[in-house]
């Protein structure tokens, strides 16, 4: 018999690994003659599972079996367990055994609006990093629903190219991605900050803020967040030649705990170094800039640009990032 007991990262570090599905593969060396190999498992449940007994011939070298999604539990406390019969063999020889992650399907695409002036898509991925979590997506012109839904994106036409191109992603955790329109002579820029937008927790490893249903309106540019928590917001979507502007109202924050406010806007960037980062300062109301990384740990202001005074050789042609706070109820 051979035990193999392992650790696997979950959704509290902001990964799949536990959460999805995945493939054993128990490789024999030059097999000749027969044996029977019976798996057994103790993963999320905490029980242990027999599975389907299998039976290996000569020239048969590899096992396969395959475990579905949500089988294992995050961190420790994961056992498969191999037991070998009906050994019909001088002698058994195994090269390795091998656990992988399942294959990645593609994306599932669903178009929400279409026309001259906008494309809206719902997109349901493979593997979601909060899944079994999704969101609902409602066109709140037409009333059709969209459901499993991990991210939605916003397409506008390039006057100078005859296509479309992304100019704003929000995701079904809260985090929004947004472009200005491509510059004359490119196809496309990439994105680089984020905006999480919705109330977080930003002492988690991976802050989110899951939305539970969005419904949009085609006409206006405008989407009606519900989270999961209780909270809502309005989020006004405005793009013009030189810049997409996101305006967030209406915030409903659901605060488990009223002396401890959390932020309901957290930005996602990369730094490694100056010129190899996605921002690397940060000016406030327009008068002192910060280094990204400096000393400081908390200034006051109403204004934020998240920026890069070093040009980088990371996502250079990505956008920076400015928060400016309109009104408060503080």
């Known amino acids: 018999m051979i035990r193999v007991e392992f650790e696997l990262r979950g959704k509290s570090d902001g990964f799949v690994d536990a959460s999805m599905g995945s493939t054993l593969r128990i490789n024999f060396h030059k097999m000749s003659g027969t044996v029977t ?3 057994s498992y103790t993963g999320k449940s905490q029980t242990t599972t027999t599975l389907s007994q299998h039976r290996v011939t000569s020239g048969e070298n590899v096992v396969t079996v395959d475990f579905p999604d949500f089988t294992w ?3 420790s406390g994961n056992i498969i367990l191999l037991e070998f019969g009906d050994v019909m063999v001088n002698s058994l020889t195994l090269v390795d055994i091998q656990l992988e ?12 609006h279409k026309s001259d002036k906008m494309i809206m ?3 349901d991925v493979d593997f979601w990093w909060r899944e079994p979590e999704s969101m609902r997506v409602v066109n709140g012109e037409s009333g059709q629903m969209w459901e499993g839904v991990d991210y939605f994106r916003v397409s506008l036409p390039v006057p100078w190219n005859g296509g479309f191109a992304q100019v704003f992603v929000m995701y079904q955790d809260g985090n929004a991605r947004l472009l200005p329109l491509a510059p004359p002579g490119v196809d496309w820029i990439p994105f680089g900050s984020s905006v999480l937008i919705g109330q977080n927790d930003p002492t988690q490893l991976r802050p989110s803020a899951p939305i539970s249903m969005v419904t949009f309106h085609p ?3 405008r989407f009606n967040i519900s989270y ?14 030189a810049h997409t502007e996101v305006t967030v109202y209406e915030i409903k924050d659901a605060r488990p705990d009223p002396s401890r406010p959390r932020p309901f806007a957290t930005l996602r960037s990369m730094y490694l170094e100056d010129g190899n980062s996605d ?3 940060v000016l406030v109301n327009g008068q002192k800039y910060f280094p990204i990384l400096g000393s400081w740990e908390e200034v006051a202001g109403n204004s934020f640009v998240f920026f890069r005074r070093c040009e980088s050789k990371h996502l250079t042609l990505s956008p920076d990032i400015k928060i400016d706070v309109k009104k408060t109820d503080l």
């Open 37 to 39: 190999v019976s798996p």
């Open 73 to 75: 539990r995050e961190g």
């Open 101 to 112: 992650r399942r294959p990645m399907t593609g994306e599932k695409v669903q178009t929400v």
């Open 121 to 123: 898509d719902a997109i």
């Open 219 to 221: 006409s206006s540019l």
């Open 228 to 241: 999961r928590d209780g909270g809502s917001a309005v989020v006004k979507l405005s793009v013009g030649m």
């Open 279 to 281: 921002c690397d300062s």
